[in-house]
């Protein structure tokens, strides 16, 4: 059984640009969500994923955008990057939406 | 408002006694409770859960306990270990008014284990 892989590790982007992060759901998980974790704080809930539709977010501007495919794996779209978009982005699967989640490590995004 | 908040930023316990983090809630609405662990550089690792319907839950060395009186939650680890030593967040997962998941985080509380 393999767990939540997310791709890249790190990356940077320069302000205004677009970026795309991605993850691979644990096997059997039909639910992903993404957070944001600025340096030192707890992760924020960005959104949640469940057989290919949101349903549930946080308090993330429209620039934050989502999908996920039929094999359950997401992608996390941010358009029109800031400064404080830096930070450790990650992505969660579980099995339905209100079940214990297993994180990934992490994307962390620099923004300069 | 809502939140989901810790009291101590900071606990520091001996090794080998037991250690207890608290969680304040403020949304009675708030139906399911998660404790996870994150040690540096990695994502957060389930540790124990807890639904509304329950006060208390036990684990391997880990019980969470839960008042709904006072909305407070708490992870209680025994005999505490080196490799304990990490960040601990309690998160909150509940339905909002348009009937869609929230999932709310604590600000964490660091345990520093002393050898």
């Known amino acids: 059984e393999t767990g939540v892989t997310q791709s890249p590790t790190h990356l940077i982007k320069t302000r205004g640009q677009q970026v795309t992060l991605r993850c691979s759901s644990q096997?059997?998980?039909?639910?992903v969500s993404w957070y944001q974790q600025a340096l030192g704080q707890g992760p924020q809930f960005i959104f949640q994923y469940y057989r290919e539709e949101e349903n549930g977010r946080g308090n993330f501007p429209p620039r934050f955008s989502g999908l996920q495919f039929p094999n359950y794996s997401s992608e996390l779209n941010v358009n029109a990057l800031e400064l404080d978009d830096s930070a450790l982005y990650l992505c969660?699967?579980?099995?339905?939406?209100?079940?214990?989640?297993?994180f990934g490590s992490g994307t962390r995004l620099t923004v300069v | 408002g809502e939140s989901v908040g810790l009291h101590l930023p900071t606990l520091s316990v001996q090794e080998g006694d037991n250690s207890i983090i608290n969680c304040a809630y403020s949304?009675?609405?708030?139906?399911?409770f998660i404790w996870y662990k994150q040690e540096s550089g990695k994502g957060p690792q389930f540790i124990i859960d807890i639904r509304s319907n329950m006060d208390k839950r036990q684990g391997q060395r880990v019980t969470v306990l839960l008042n709904k009186t006072v909305k407070h939650l708490s992870l209680q680890i025994a005999a505490t270990q080196p490799g304990d030593s990490a960040v601990y967040f309690c998160?909150?997962?509940?339905?909002?008014?348009?009937?869609?998941?929230?999932?709310?985080f604590g600000t964490g509380t660091k345990l520093q284990v002393i050898p």
């Open positions: 096997s059997g998980h039909n639910t």
């Open positions: 949304n009675s609405a708030s139906d399911y």
């Open positions: 969660a699967s579980s099995l339905g939406q209100a079940s214990g989640y297993t």
């Open positions: 998160a909150e997962n509940r339905r909002d008014s348009g009937g869609y998941q929230k999932v709310t």
